[in-house]
C-alpha cells in the first residue's frame, strides 16, 4: 500500500533563507507522481509542483524546487528566499499509476511553515 | 477567476437533516473528487467522477453520495446529516492522474 510521510511537523525560518522540507514515500509501483500543495491560514489549498518519477531531473517552479531522490523513496521540497507569505502548511502527496488512469492521491499529514521577520 | 468554487461556504445542519454541497469547475477537467479535511486525519477522500454520470466510492463513502450531472458540476449529498459529519470539506479537479486544483471549501457544522 502506498504511503507518505512527512516526519517535520512544524519549522520556523527567518525572512531570505532557504527551507528544505522532508517527505519520503512508498510504492510497489514502477510508475508514479510527486506533488506538493500549499495550504494557507485562510484554508486554501494550492498546487505548487509536480514530479514525475521517470523524470531524472529536479522540477523548478519559481522560488520552488525539489530534491528527488528516488533510491531513498525522497522528495523534498526546497523554498529559496522564503518570504513571510510563504507561512503555510506544506502536504506531500503521490499519486500511483500511468498518467491516463485514476489512482487516488495519498497526502502526507503536512509540515507548517513559519517564516519570521 | 477561481476555476474551482464550491457553495455554500459555510454550512449549518441539523442532526437527520439532508446536506447539499455543490462544486464547479470550469478547467474542463474530467475527473472530480470530494474531501473532507480533519484535524489529525489530514485530507480523506470521499468520493470521485471520471465524467459526467459516473461516481465512486472513496476511503470513507459511508453517510455520503455524490452525483455528477455535468462535466462542470459535482455534488456532496449527505441524506441524514450526523455530528461526526462536521468537517471542512473540499472539491478538486484534475486532468485524468495529473495534479489537482481545489476549491476554497465549505465549513459544515452538523448540530
Known amino acids: 500500500a502506498q504511503k507518505v510521510t512527512q516526519t517535520q511537523t512544524s519549522i520556523s525560518v527567518m525572512e531570505k533563507t532557504t527551507v528544505t522540507m522532508d517527505c519520503v514515500y512508498e510504492t510497489q509501483d514502477s510508475s508514479y507522481f510527486l506533488f506538493w500543495y500549499k495550504q494557507t491560514a485562510s484554508g486554501e489549498i494550492v498546487f505548487l509542483i509536480r514530479?514525475?518519477?521517470?523524470?531524472?531531473e529536479n522540477a523548478t517552479v519559481g522560488h520552488y524546487s525539489l530534491n528527488f531522490q528516488k533510491p531513498k523513496s525522497s522528495i523534498g521540497l526546497i523554498i529559496t528566499a522564503t518570504q513571510i507569505e510563504d507561512s503555510a502548511v506544506y502536504f506531500c502527496?503521490?499519486?500511483?499509476?500511468?498518467?491516463?488512469?485514476?489512482?487516488?492521491?495519498?497526502f502526507g499529514q503536512g509540515t507548517s511553515l513559519s517564516v519570521v521577520p | 477567476e477561481a476555476a474551482v468554487t464550491q457553495s455554500p461556504r459555510n454550512k449549518v445542519a441539523v442532526t437527520g437533516g439532508k446536506v447539499t454541497l455543490s462544486c464547479n469547475q470550469t478547467n474542463n477537467h474530467n475527473n472530480m473528487y470530494w474531501y473532507r479535511q480533519d484535524t489529525g486525519h489530514g485530507l480523506r477522500l470521499i468520493h470521485y467522477?471520471?465524467?459526467?454520470?459516473?461516481?465512486e466510492k472513496g476511503d470513507i463513502p459511508d453517510g455520503y453520495k455524490a452525483s455528477r450531472p455535468s462535466q462542470e458540476n459535482f455534488s456532496l449529498i449527505l441524506e441524514l446529516a450526523t455530528p461526526s459529519q462536521t468537517s471542512v470539506y473540499f472539491c478538486a479537479s484534475a486532468y485524468w492522474g495529473g495534479e489537482q486544483y481545489f476549491g476554497p471549501g465549505t465549513r459544515l457544522t452538523v448540530l
Open positions: 467522477s471520471y465524467g459526467a454520470g459516473s461516481t
Open positions: 502527496a503521490m499519486r500511483e499509476g500511468h498518467s491516463s488512469s485514476f489512482s487516488k492521491l495519498v
Open positions: 514530479q514525475d518519477s521517470y523524470k531524472k
